[in-house]
C-alpha cells in the first residue's frame, strides 16, 4: 500500500474513459507515492494501457482528474514531460542512427548535457554498442535503449509498458537489474506486465485490473491470500 509521509507522485481520482459503449477505465482511482514500484496487471482488454496512455497524456479522461506531482496536463504538459520518462512496449527508431546520436538527440530535446549520453551509456550498459546502428541491436539491447532515453532527463517517475515482453530470460533479467539500480537510487515506476515473476522481482505493490477498475491492490503475499 501507499507509503505514508512521502511525496504523492501519481494520484488519479475516479477516473473514466469509454470507446462506444465500452468502459476500458471505468471510475478507476489510485495514489502512487514517491519510490514505489508498482505492477499493473491484468488480462487483455482489462484497460491497462488506456490507463497509461492517460498518465502518459496521449489521452484525455471523459471525467475524473490525473495529477503527476500535483501538476496536470491542461496547465502543466512541460514541466510533467521533464519530470515523467516513456518506454512503449515497442519503440520504433529511424533507420540510420546510431545509438549514442539517438541519446544525444533526446538529450538535446530535453535540454539535457551531452554528459548526460555517455553516463546513460553506462547505466543501460550499450557503452560498446555506442556506434552501432540501432536497427542492428537485439531486442533487449533496444529496450535498454528505450530505457535509456526514457531516463535522460532525469524524471521523477517512469511509465513503462510491457518492458520485457518478447525478450529472452537472460534480457528480461539485465532489463530488472538496471531498474532495479533506479530503485536504489529513488525512482518511482509504473510498469505493465503479464509476467507475474517479473511483477514479484521489482514490485512491492501489485495492482490487478479488471473491466476497466482495480480488482486488487497491495504486495503479492497479500493478493496471494
Ligand atoms: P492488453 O493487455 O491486451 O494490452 P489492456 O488491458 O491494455 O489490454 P486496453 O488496450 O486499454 O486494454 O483496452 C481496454 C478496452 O478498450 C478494450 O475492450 C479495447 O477494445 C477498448 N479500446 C481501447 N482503445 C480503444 C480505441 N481507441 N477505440 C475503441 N476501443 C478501444
Redesign the pocket.
Known sequence: MPRAGRQTVLSIRNVR?S??G????NDLSLEIKEGEFVALL????????????MIEGL?TPDSGSIEICGLNYAQHERQIRQIMGLAF?ETRFPEKIRVAEALRLFAAFYGASPARTVEILDLVSLAEKKNAYVNTLSGGQRQRLALGIAIIQKPKVLLL??PTTGLDPHARRELWQILSDLKRAGMTLLL?T?YMEEAEELCERIVI?FR?RILADGALEDLLE
Do not use: I, M, R, Y
Open positions: 474513459k470507446f462506444g465500452v468502459h476500458a477505465v491484468g488480462p487483455n482488454g482489462a484497460g491497462k494501457t488506456t490507463l497509461l496512455e489521452q512496449q509498458d510491457e505493465t503479464h485490473q476497466g
